[in-house]
C-alpha cells in the first residue's frame, strides 16, 4: 500500500467528522493558517489589514505578518474559534467537534497532543473551494504535484507541510475513538499580544479598534507566479 494514501485516508474521515467538503492535512495549525492566507494572496484576495484578536496564541498573528498584510488588534472575547476577518480564515485550534464546519470559510484545526484530537502534530484547511484544493495539495508538498517525480514536475513555490503517514495513522485510530460532541477548550491564559514590540511596525495605528470588513481598500494585489 502507497504510504501516502493513509494521509488521503486521514483527511477524508476529517472531513466527513466534520461535514467539510474538503480537508487539507498539515503539520501544524499554524502552518495551516498561513497557507489559507497565503491561498488568498495568491488569488488576490487577501486584504491589506487583518483583524486578529490580542489575546490569542502568538504564532497567529505573525502569519499575517508572513503573508505582508497588517494586524489589527482586537479586544474580541472568543471560546473555541474565532475569524481572522474578513478573510474567512478561522482559527479553529480550540474547537474540534462533529458537524462544526461552516460553508464559505477556511477553518484551521489543530490536532497537537494537547488537543481534542491529540496526536503528535498537525493541523487541517477544512474548506469547500475545489480550486483552493488543488492549490493547497501543492503548496503544502514543497510546490509538487502528488504522484509525479520531480523530474516530471513542473513546481509552483510550496512549503514543507505535508503531514507524514504515520502522524496521520494516529490520527485515524484517535478519531475512531472520539466523541461526537467536544466541548472548546480553556483559552484564559493568553497575554495581550497587542503589547509585544515585535509586532508593533505590522500593527495599525491606533490599536483595538475594528475596520469596516467592506472597506475596499483593505485588499492587496499581488502578481501570481
Known amino acids: 500500500m502507497n504510504p501516502h494514501k493513509i494521509t488521503e485516508k486521514f483527511e477524508k474521515a476529517v ?39 490580542a489575546r490569542t496564541y502568538v504564532s497567529v498573528p505573525m502569519q499575517i505578518v508572513h503573508v505582508g498584510a497588517l494586524i489589527q488588534w482586537t479586544d474580541e472575547e472568543w471560546e473555541g474559534q474565532y475569524e481572522l476577518a474578513p478573510t474567512k480564515v478561522i482559527d479553529s485550534a480550540r474547537l474540534f467537534t462533529s458537524g462544526m464546519y461552516r460553508p464559505g470559510t477556511f477553518m484551521c484545526t489543530s490536532h497537537h497532543w494537547g488537543k481534542t484530537l491529540g496526536v503528535q502534530q498537525g493541523g487541517m484547511i477544512l474548506h469547500d473551494n475545489k480550486i483552493a484544493h488543488g492549490w493547497f495539495k501543492r503548496a503544502r508538498f514543497d510546490g509538487r504535484q502528488p504522484g509525479v517525480h520531480p523530474v516530471d514536475d513542473h ?44 509586532f508593533a511596525p505590522y500593527c495599525t495605528d491606533p490599536p483595538n479598534q475594528r475596520r469596516a470588513a467592506t472597506d475596499n481598500s483593505r485588499v492587496l494585489r499581488f502578481p501570481r507566479p
Request: proline share 10%; net charge positive; glycine share 4%.
Open 155 to 198: 513546481f509552483i513555490i510550496g512549503w514543507h507541510a505535508y503531514m507524514s503517514p504515520e502522524v496521520a495513522a494516529e490520527g485515524l485510530v484517535r478519531l475512531g475513538m472520539l466523541p461526537r460532541d467536544n466541548k472548546p477548550l480553556p483559552n484564559d491564559n493568553y497575554p495581550d499580544l497587542s503589547r509585544a514590540k515585535c
Open 15 to 53: 472531513a466527513k467528522y466534520t461535514g467539510a467538503p474538503y480537508a487539507i492535512a498539515t503539520t501544524s495549525c499554524t502552518m495551516a493558517i498561513f497557507l489559507a492566507l497565503q491561498y488568498l494572496k495568491w488569488a488576490d484576495k487577501l486584504p491589506r489589514v487583518i483583524d486578529c484578536p
